[in-house]
């Protein structure tokens, strides 16, 4: 079995808000098709693509994750966050900054708490007048959340299992993906062929939607391709280790 294209994610856990999927419509054309919109129990941000032809590399990523010291990481990344928020304060005295000398107890005390992320507004993914993939962008207020992002994505293309790519992370959570689409009305459509939407007028009428309050909990190794778990993600083993 070929287990190509394997994602590593931060799986989205459970949230206060709910996907408003009846409400998505390409207003100046057809309904979006229903198998285009994401279910909210998928709801992910991808860190990551992995090329893990054989059963052995798929061991291999498993157990890498499990030597990882995810709490490590996470304070790591409290403490640049805070660093961060210190130099917004400098540059904007009306940003919120925390008191007090940044040091590695403030982090840590800092990545004890929980990740809460709003997930805001919808942006195109390419030209928006012919696109695929329509998003949310994840907010943080605790500015947590890139860091340690970056800091997953970077020890796994260390390590050889994400492919490394020259472009910045782009954090999203994908609300419509037209690749899921099998069929079209009226017909069907060649399984290679793109099905391309005009998103204008949707991005314009969401651009301020708060689709979800949701907290992030878990790093999972994920399977593109392959049949969907109860969640919603194409699990690898159903393996996944707790923030």
């Not at 947590?144 to 954090?171: D, H, I, M, Q, Y």
């Not at 301020?208 to 919603?232: F, H, L, N, P, T």
Request: net charge positive.
């Amino acid at each position: 079995m070929a287990y190509n294209g394997g994602k590593c994610t931060h799986r989205v856990g459970e949230g206060t808000g709910v996907v408003q999927r009846s409400d998505v419509r390409n207003s100046s054309k057809e309904p979006l098709p229903t198998d285009a919109l994401s279910p909210p129990s998928s709801l992910h941000l991808t860190l990551g693509v992995m090329s893990l032809d054989s059963p052995s590399r798929i061991d291999d990523a498993v157990a890498f994750l499990k030597t990882l010291d995810l709490s490590a990481i996470l304070g790591a990344a409290a403490v640049e966050a805070a660093e961060y928020r210190s130099t917004q304060k400098k540059d904007d005295r009306s940003a919120k900054a925390p008191k007090g000398r940044v040091t590695a107890s403030t982090g840590e005390q800092t990545a004890h708490s929980p990740i809460n992320v709003k997930l805001q507004g919808l942006r195109a993914m390419g030209s928006v007048d012919a696109t695929t993939v329509l998003y949310a962008v994840p907010y943080d207020s605790t500015y947590r959340l890139r860091p340690l992002c970056e800091a997953l994505r970077s020890a796994f293309t260390e390590a050889g299992f994400v492919v490394a790519e020259n472009r910045p992370l782009k954090l999203h959570a994908t609300i419509v993906n037209t690749i899921n689409v099998r069929g079209r009305e009226g017909g069907s459509r060649n399984k290679n062929e793109k099905l391309k939407i005009d998103a204008t007028e949707l991005v314009e009428k969401w651009k301020s939607m708060m689709w979800a309050k949701v907290r992030v909990e878990k790093v999972v190794i994920c399977e593109m391709g392959k049949k969907k778990g109860e969640d919603g993600l194409m699990r690898i083993r159903d393996f996944m280790e707790e923030l």
